[in-house]
């Protein structure tokens, strides 16, 4: 798979992470079981969490285009998460619901309000599905992680298709790292490699950040070379870029400290 996944798979991808999200709440011993990579939250509050991203980006989708984002909080006489396990599920696939419907209405070339603006992701409902299938499938593994007492020393499989993998490292570096605010740094160029045969380079410089998909033919030159480089399968690489594994378990070449700057980097500061 060499292209973004067309827009009904990414929401038949957000359905079935969905769904294997709430199998893995259904499965819990205790709602009140801590979540080892959202330390801050307990499993209910993963799913109250989930519920209201859901819920919100239903919203901005239906509104269309708009400069001015909604609220964050739910509108009134909206109904809050329920306690009991049972009524908590219902609740969570009735917010599901309410994105997949506002998406299909809307379908994948609708503008819309995205905090991505000066990304190189496209302000439209078509890059809503493409994150929030990364969204839900980094809340997965939470919610899976949160049910294995063990250390995060053999964290679980990402819960996604290699293709959506794939898929979440492109993803992540156009929406989350491409940007127009100076790097605060010396300019850098960083390679990331899944061992899936796909790359990725990002370009740091004062006019900000830029990424694109290297060639993968061996008789295609790689321009120049990079000052550090990640390699590991798309899951491991997502999981790491998202925070839910060291970079550390990534196989790094070159200047280290330069994912350390890329961590603690926040642009929008």
């Given at each position: 798979?060499?292209?973004?996944?067309?827009?009904?798979?990414?929401?038949?991808?957000?359905?079935?992470?969905?769904?294997?999200?709430?199998?893995?709440?259904?499965?819990?011993?205790?709602?009140?079981?801590?979540?080892?990579?959202?330390?801050?939250?307990?499993?209910?509050?993963?799913?109250?969490?989930?519920?209201?991203?859901?819920?919100?980006?239903?919203?901005?989708?239906?509104?269309?285009?708009?400069?001015?984002?909604?609220?964050?909080?739910?509108?009134?006489?909206?109904?809050?998460?329920?306690?009991?396990?049972?009524?908590?599920?219902?609740?969570?696939?009735?917010?599901?619901?309410?994105?997949?419907?506002?998406?299909?209405?809307?379908?994948?070339?609708?503008?819309?309000?995205?905090?991505?603006?000066?990304?190189?992701?496209?302000?439209?409902?078509?890059?809503?599905?493409?994150?929030?299938?990364?969204e839900i499938a980094v809340h997965t593994y939470d919610?899976?992680?949160?049910?294995?007492?063990?250390?995060?020393?053999?964290?679980?499989?990402?819960?996604?298709?290699?293709?959506?993998?794939?898929?979440?490292?492109?993803?992540?570096?156009?929406?989350?790292?491409?940007?127009t605010a100076a790097w605060p740094h010396e300019p850098?160029?960083?390679?990331?490699?899944?061992?899936?045969?796909?790359?990725?380079?990002?370009?740091?410089?004062?006019?900000?950040?830029?990424?694109?998909?290297?060639?993968?033919?061996?008789?295609?030159?790689?321009?120049?070379?990079?000052?550090?480089?990640?390699?590991?399968?798309?899951?491991?690489?997502?999981?790491?870029?998202?925070?839910?594994?060291?970079?550390?378990?990534?196989?790094?070449?070159?200047?280290?400290?330069?994912?350390?700057?890329?961590?603690?980097?926040?642009?929008?500061?």
């Amino acid at each position: 798979m060499d292209k973004t996944p067309e827009f009904p798979t990414l929401l038949r991808l957000i359905a079935e992470r969905s769904t294997a999200f709430r199998a893995t709440v259904a499965s819990a011993a205790d709602l009140d079981v801590q979540v080892p990579t959202c330390p801050e939250w307990t499993l209910f509050d993963l799913v109250q969490h989930l519920g209201h991203v859901h819920r919100r980006w239903a919203a901005i989708v239906a509104a269309g285009p708009d400069a001015t984002p909604p609220a964050k909080s739910a509108p009134a006489g909206a109904p809050a998460a329920p306690q009991e396990r049972e009524a908590l599920l219902v609740w969570s696939a009735a917010r599901t619901e309410q994105l997949l419907a506002a998406l299909r209405e809307a379908g994948p070339d609708r503008g819309c309000w995205t905090w991505w603006g000066a990304s190189q992701s496209p302000q439209t409902s078509g890059a809503v599905a493409r994150h929030q299938l990364q969204e839900i499938a980094v809340h997965t593994y939470d919610a899976r992680i949160s049910l294995d007492a063990s250390p995060l020393r053999q964290p679980l499989p990402l819960p996604l298709p290699d293709e959506a993998a794939l898929d979440g490292v492109d993803e992540f570096l156009t929406t989350c790292c491409a940007t127009t605010a100076a790097w605060p740094h010396e300019p850098a160029v960083v390679d990331y490699h899944a061992a899936e045969g796909r790359s990725w380079r990002l370009w740091l410089s004062a006019d900000g950040a830029r990424t694109a998909r290297l060639p993968v033919s061996s008789t295609t030159p790689v321009p120049d070379t990079a000052d550090a480089s990640a390699r590991g399968t798309a899951g491991d690489l997502v999981l790491a870029m998202y925070g839910r594994i060291p970079v550390d378990s990534l196989e790094l070449d070159g200047d280290r400290r330069l994912f350390d700057l890329l961590v603690a980097w926040n642009p929008d500061a």
